[in-house]
């Protein structure tokens, strides 16, 4: 199969318009853009002229490869992006799976990591990569570090296999992942009183941060709460989880159920229809919340996560059984109630050392 040159003159026959083609059917010709002049009056337009049949015979050239590796694993050189960048990107956004922003996250942090725009392919090396995965176990506790580490492994292996580098860069890696988790604050039940009596500022705030205290909801999915969500006795909802995409059944607690039933009547917004609570951003809501918190005397860090976290510690408090509170989470398994929501640090030390043998003083 062979790539044809056509040309074509202009109306006022002053310059020659070249197309490519390589059969008769419909897609098989294409325009250049690439044009001559007929009579070239200058050195200008001779240069013109001599670069335009250089760029119009790599141009056939670049189509007879493209042909050529159809049905084949080789992707031709040309079509290899300059900017590792650029391939990163694409990949991100052809390979997004619902739910889970591993992939996105790997690729923010690694432009923050570059501190750049611009990546030649050769300057991807197992030294930049090492460097990157320092640099996520360096900022990222827990898994983070690993699961961000091993998108960017998957990223490479498919430019690898696109021609991009001879050999995976990252491949004799492993993704890590950082034990030295710092472990989030979560509300005592005490605290929990202490927000119930203490005014904030933000009764959106308040109100919607209280309701996930008490259902375990997540930010993305209390701000997307809608009143079509909320069973007919309003003692239930039933959501679709923004983060996994998975059905989930939500019983009230009394106190839950108060606060829908203050907003069924209109003593805020007189709605029945649209979302529940009117809220700010999540920056701008936790500004809020730790102001609240700090009104109500509670000395620690308490951001929106802490109430789901608060939700399943207490209820494990209560000798609440790990699958239960897995479902209560909206989990299939309770995995991440072992791992993730569960108490780290007893409330009072001092209650468990007492446990041991004893008296309270030396006896001699």
Same mark, same amino acid.
């Given at each position: *199969? %062979?790539?044809?040159?056509?040309? !074509?003159?202009s109306r006022n026959k002053e310059k020659v318009y070249y197309t490519v083609s390589w059969g008769k059917d419909a897609?098989? !010709?294409?325009?250049?853009?690439?044009?001559?002049?007929?009579?070239?009056?200058? %050195?200008?337009?001779?240069?013109? #002229?001599?670069?335009? &049949?250089?760029? &119009?015979? *790599?141009? !056939? %050239?670049?189509l007879t490869l493209d042909r050529q590796a159809i049905g084949t694993a080789v992707l031709p050189i040309h079509r290899l992006k300059a900017n590792f960048l650029d391939f990163y990107e694409d990949f991100v956004r052809d390979n997004r799976q619902a739910g889970n922003r591993h992939l996105e996250g790997s690729l923010l942090h690694f432009k923050i990591f570059l501190k750049k725009k611009y990546l030649s392919p050769i300057a991807v090396t197992e030294d930049l990569s090492a460097q990157f995965r320092k640099y996520l176990l360096d900022h990222f506790n827990g898994d983070t570090p690993a699961n961000y580490f091993a998108r960017f492994k998957k990223v490479l292996k498919a430019a690898t296999r696109q021609g991009y580098f001879r050999f995976n860069p990252a491949e004799d890696l492993p993704a890590k992942a950082n034990r030295n988790k710092i472990r989030k604050d979560h509300l005592e039940a005490e605290e929990y009183i202490q927000l119930l009596k203490t005014p904030c500022f933000n009764e959106e705030v308040r109100e919607s941060f209280l309701f996930c205290c008490y259902t375990g909801m997540r930010w993305c999915d209390v701000k997307l709460l809608e009143w079509k969500h909320i069973g007919k006795d309003g003692t239930t909802a039933v959501i679709v989880q923004e983060k996994t995409k998975g059905e989930h059944f939500i019983t009230f607690h009394p106190i839950a159920k108060s606060i829908v039933d203050k907003r069924r009547v209109g003593e805020f917004f007189p709605v029945k229809a649209g979302h529940i609570f009117n809220l700010?951003?999540?920056?701008?809501? #936790?500004?809020?919340? $730790?102001?609240?918190?700090? #009104?109500? $005397? /509670?000395?620690?860090? /308490?951001?929106? #996560?802490?109430?789901?976290? %608060?939700?399943s510690v207490l209820l494990q408090d209560a000798n609440v059984n790990a699958a239960t509170v897995a479902l209560l989470l909206g989990h299939t398994s309770t995995k991440y109630v072992n791992d993730t929501y569960k108490r780290y640090r007893p409330k009072d030390p001092s209650q468990e050392l007492g446990k041991l043998p004893g008296p309270a003083v030396l006896p001699f």
């Amino acid at each position: *199969m %062979s790539i044809k040159i056509a040309s !074509r003159l202009s109306r006022n026959k002053e310059k020659v318009y070249y197309t490519v083609s390589w059969g008769k059917d419909a897609g098989q !010709r294409i325009a250049t853009g690439i044009f001559t002049f007929t009579h070239p009056i200058n %050195s200008t337009q001779r240069k013109h #002229n001599k670069e335009a &049949l250089y760029f &119009l015979e *790599m141009k !056939r %050239s670049q189509l007879t490869l493209d042909r050529q590796a159809i049905g084949t694993a080789v992707l031709p050189i040309h079509r290899l992006k300059a900017n590792f960048l650029d391939f990163y990107e694409d990949f991100v956004r052809d390979n997004r799976q619902a739910g889970n922003r591993h992939l996105e996250g790997s690729l923010l942090h690694f432009k923050i990591f570059l501190k750049k725009k611009y990546l030649s392919p050769i300057a991807v090396t197992e030294d930049l990569s090492a460097q990157f995965r320092k640099y996520l176990l360096d900022h990222f506790n827990g898994d983070t570090p690993a699961n961000y580490f091993a998108r960017f492994k998957k990223v490479l292996k498919a430019a690898t296999r696109q021609g991009y580098f001879r050999f995976n860069p990252a491949e004799d890696l492993p993704a890590k992942a950082n034990r030295n988790k710092i472990r989030k604050d979560h509300l005592e039940a005490e605290e929990y009183i202490q927000l119930l009596k203490t005014p904030c500022f933000n009764e959106e705030v308040r109100e919607s941060f209280l309701f996930c205290c008490y259902t375990g909801m997540r930010w993305c999915d209390v701000k997307l709460l809608e009143w079509k969500h909320i069973g007919k006795d309003g003692t239930t909802a039933v959501i679709v989880q923004e983060k996994t995409k998975g059905e989930h059944f939500i019983t009230f607690h009394p106190i839950a159920k108060s606060i829908v039933d203050k907003r069924r009547v209109g003593e805020f917004f007189p709605v029945k229809a649209g979302h529940i609570f009117n809220l700010p951003t999540a920056e701008g809501a #936790n500004k809020v919340l $730790g102001q609240w918190c700090a #009104n109500a $005397g /509670i000395k620690k860090h /308490i951001t929106w #996560n802490c109430a789901r976290l %608060s939700f399943s510690v207490l209820l494990q408090d209560a000798n609440v059984n790990a699958a239960t509170v897995a479902l209560l989470l909206g989990h299939t398994s309770t995995k991440y109630v072992n791992d993730t929501y569960k108490r780290y640090r007893p409330k009072d030390p001092s209650q468990e050392l007492g446990k041991l043998p004893g008296p309270a003083v030396l006896p001699f």
